[in-house]
């Protein structure tokens, strides 16, 4: 089914759903205030279903705002938002019958910084993006320019594996392809990159990074699978980390908050989106998610019956201290 079939059915459903009293809110995308954006839409009224959109600029993760509303919720899910959910019901953040998944099988999420860097201009120069399967075409000033979709798309769709909902109680279009090879490999060249260099190098580069954070917390505000309602940060006693921004807690912040999130982070890429300073958190956080994978073989949010990762284990873990 195209995007726009699966936006009409999207407003149809979710408006039942409301009118015949199956959920109380419904959390969907709307219409951005900025050009190429889309905002979280929160809503019980049956007439905001017409405002609900589906486009590849659809990028939130919306699962980080089922902790903080009441009711039963119809939710629009992409595939690695299925999975935070699925890892909030792990969790016994949510019970399933609270939930209404409404899936979308997703293509991908469009980078506009990449698309900026494409074509040399800023996002509001940029008359169009249209994108039609593997193409994205983007016109400036009337002309029309052509890219390979892989080019724009956000690092983190780059090796998405789980494109369609896994978990779901309705789909609304036929399930999309997980990332092939060559897709994978352009995910992880930031990546690469880092982890070539040498532990010094490494040091300096993140002390670098992390100089320039201003510690607005966006990262862990935008993260569902950072829930905790009262982090680290804010304990006074101890204090693990001083609230001016130095580099050195701003580190310990963001180290800490991975460990956290292990096994219960999906990829979703939005921290790194989220971050007004462009530092790039997915470095730290897929390769987190690559190491839970590599030692437990465990990808999160795959199955809801599964015990958390942190909150279990087995004869055969690799290290033996909690034997
Ligand atoms: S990570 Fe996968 S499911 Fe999530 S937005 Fe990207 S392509 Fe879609
Ligand atoms: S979003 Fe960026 S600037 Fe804000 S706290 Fe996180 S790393 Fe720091
Ligand atoms: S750590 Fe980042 S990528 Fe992982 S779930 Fe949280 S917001 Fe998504």
């Known amino acids: 089914m195209k995007v726009g079939g699966m936006e009409q059915r999207l407003r149809r459903e979710a408006a039942a759903l ?33 405002r609900l959109v589906i486009n590849p600029f659809i990028a939130n993760n919306l699962s980080v705002f089922l902790t903080g509303v009441k009711g039963r919720v119809g939710i629009v899910a992409k595939g690695c938002d299925s999975r935070s959910i699925v890892s909030l019901l792990q ?12 899936g979308v099988p997703c293509s991908g999420i469009i980078d506009l910084t990449k698309v900026e860097n494409l074509v040399g201009r800023d996002r509001d120069e940029i008359d169009d993006i249209v994108r ?45 392809p997980a990332a092939d090879d060559e897709s994978k490999a352009a995910s992880q060249e930031k ?56 580099w050195q807690d701003n580190l310990i912040f963001q180290i800490t908050r991975n460990i956290h999130v292990a096994g219960r982070c999906t990829d979703c890429g939005e921290c ?16 987190m998610y690559d190491i839970v994978d590599g030692l437990f073989s465990y990808q999160a949010g ?16 690799v290290v033996d201290f909690i034997r």
């Open 18 to 50: 409301l009118e015949q009293g199956k959920v109380d809110l419904i959390i969907g995308f709307a219409d951005g205030s900025l050009k190429f954006t889309t905002s979280p839409l929160i809503t019980s009224d049956k007439d905001d279903a017409s």
């Open 91 to 102: 969790d016994n953040k949510l019970a399933r019958e609270d939930v209404f998944i409404i």
């Open 132 to 176: 039609d399967g593997d193409k994205v075409t983007v016109t400036v000033a009337g002309k029309a320019s052509e890219f390979a979709a892989r080019d724009v798309l956000f690092d983190n769709c780059l090796a998405c594996e789980l494109p369609t909902p896994q978990e779901y109680d309705l789909l609304l279009g036929e399930p999309t």
């Open 191 to 246: 990546i690469n990159r880092f982890k070539a260099m040498s532990p010094d190098e490494r040091w300096q580069f993140w002390q670098n990074e992390f100089s320039r954070c201003i510690r607005c917390y966006a990262c862990r505000n935008v993260c569902p699978a950072c829930f905790c309602e009262r982090c680290f940060v804010e304990e006074a006693e101890p204090t693990w980390v001083q609230p001016i921004p130095r």
């Open 272 to 287: 790194e989106r989220a971050c007004p300073v462009n530092i790039p958190l997915r470095s730290l956080s897929r390769e």
């Open 302 to 317: 795959r199955d809801k019956e599964a015990p958390p990762l942190l909150a279990c284990y087995e004869a055969t873990d």
